[in-house]
C-alpha cells in the first residue's frame, strides 16, 4: 500500500510544476511590456508580493530552519529568480514616482528578509522555534500573495475590463493553491494550508469576475481597435490631401 508520505511527495512534485507555470504565466504580460516599452495600467504589487513570498518560504525551506523541505526550497528558490527578473523589467519600463516606489520597496523587501532570516537563524535554537517564526511570517505574506490582485479586481469592477488581469494567471493561481492544499492537508501544515487555502478562494474571485466581463472587455477591446483604424485613416487621407495640395 502507498504511504502518505510518498503520496504527498507526488502531489509536493506536481505543485513545484504547478507553481512553475504560476511564476512563468506573466510571461505575456511582460512581452507586452517589453514591446510597448511601458507598464501601462499594469501593476507592481503582484510580482512584488510573490517575490517576498518566495523569499520567506525559502528562508522556512532551509535546513537550518525546517528540515527535510527540499520540494518547498527548490521552487520557491526558482520562483524568488523569476519574479526578480520582471520587477527589474517593470523597473525598466517604468517612470518617474513609479519607479522610485517599485524600487524603494524591493530594496525594503530585501533588507526586511534578510534581516528576519538573521534573526531567526542567530537567536532561536531549534528548528521548532525557527519554523514556528518563520511559519507565520509565511502565513502572512503568502496570504498578501494571493490578496495582491485585489487591487486590479477593483479595476476590474470600476471598468468592466479584465484586459489588465489575465486569466492564465488568475487559473495557475487557484490550481497552484489546490495542490499545495492538499499537499499541506496530508500531513497536516498549518502554515502552508491557511495561505493557500485562501489563494484558492481569492482565485475563484478572480475568475468569476472573468467570466462576469469577458464579453464587455472583448467589446471594450473592439471599439478601441476600431477608433485606432479611423485615426490612422485620417491621417492617411489628411497626407494624402496635404500632398495634393503642395503638388498645386
Known amino acids: 500500500m502507498i504511504s502518505a508520505d510518498t503520496i504527498r511527495t507526488v502531489v509536493g512534485i506536481i505543485g513545484n510544476?504547478?507553481?512553475?507555470?504560476?511564476?512563468?504565466?506573466?510571461l505575456p504580460t511582460f512581452r507586452r511590456i517589453c514591446k510597448t516599452k511601458s507598464v501601462e495600467q499594469f501593476s507592481a504589487a503582484p510580482y512584488l508580493a510573490t517575490l517576498l513570498n518566495c523569499m520567506f518560504w525559502v528562508v522556512y525551506g532551509l535546513p537550518l530552519v525546517h528540515p527535510n523541505s527540499t520540494l518547498v526550497l527548490t521552487i520557491n528558490g526558482t520562483g524568488t529568480a523569476i519574479e526578480l527578473v520582471?520587477?527589474?523589467?517593470?523597473?525598466?519600463?517604468?517612470?518617474?514616482?513609479q519607479r522610485r516606489r517599485v524600487l524603494g520597496l524591493l530594496a525594503l523587501e530585501i533588507a526586511f528578509v534578510g534581516l528576519i532570516a538573521g534573526l531567526v537563524i542567530g537567536l532561536l535554537q531549534?528548528?521548532?522555534?525557527?519554523?514556528?517564526?518563520?511559519?507565520?511570517?509565511?502565513?502572512?505574506?503568502?496570504?498578501?500573495?494571493?490578496?495582491a490582485p485585489l487591487a486590479v479586481m477593483k479595476l476590474v469592477i470600476q471598468t468592466k475590463s479584465v484586459e489588465y488581469m489575465p486569466l492564465f494567471l488568475?487559473?495557475?493561481?487557484?490550481?497552484?493553491?489546490?495542490?499545495?492544499?492538499?499537499?499541506?492537508?496530508?500531513?497536516f501544515d498549518?502554515?502552508?494550508?491557511?495561505?493557500?487555502?485562501?489563494?484558492?478562494?481569492?482565485?475563484?474571485?478572480?475568475?468569476?469576475?472573468h467570466m462576469l466581463y469577458y464579453k464587455s472587455t472583448?467589446?471594450?477591446?473592439?471599439?478601441?481597435?476600431?477608433?485606432?483604424e479611423i485615426d490612422l485613416t485620417a491621417v492617411v487621407v489628411k497626407g494624402e490631401a496635404a500632398q495634393q495640395n503642395g503638388r498645386h
Open 17 to 26: 510544476g504547478l507553481s512553475l507555470i504560476l511564476f512563468l504565466s506573466p
Open 86 to 97: 520582471y520587477v527589474v523589467l517593470f523597473l525598466a519600463h517604468s517612470q518617474g514616482k
Open 218 to 228: 472583448k467589446q471594450q477591446l473592439e471599439a478601441r481597435k476600431k477608433t485606432t
Open 126 to 147: 531549534t528548528h521548532e522555534r525557527r519554523s514556528l517564526v518563520v511559519g507565520i511570517i509565511c502565513i502572512v505574506f503568502g496570504t498578501m500573495m494571493y490578496v
Open 190 to 209: 498549518l502554515f502552508i494550508t491557511i495561505p493557500n487555502s485562501l489563494g484558492v478562494l481569492f482565485s475563484v474571485a478572480q475568475l468569476i469576475l
Open 170 to 187: 488568475s487559473l495557475a493561481s487557484f490550481f497552484n493553491g489546490v495542490c499545495w492544499t492538499a499537499y499541506a492537508l496530508l500531513r
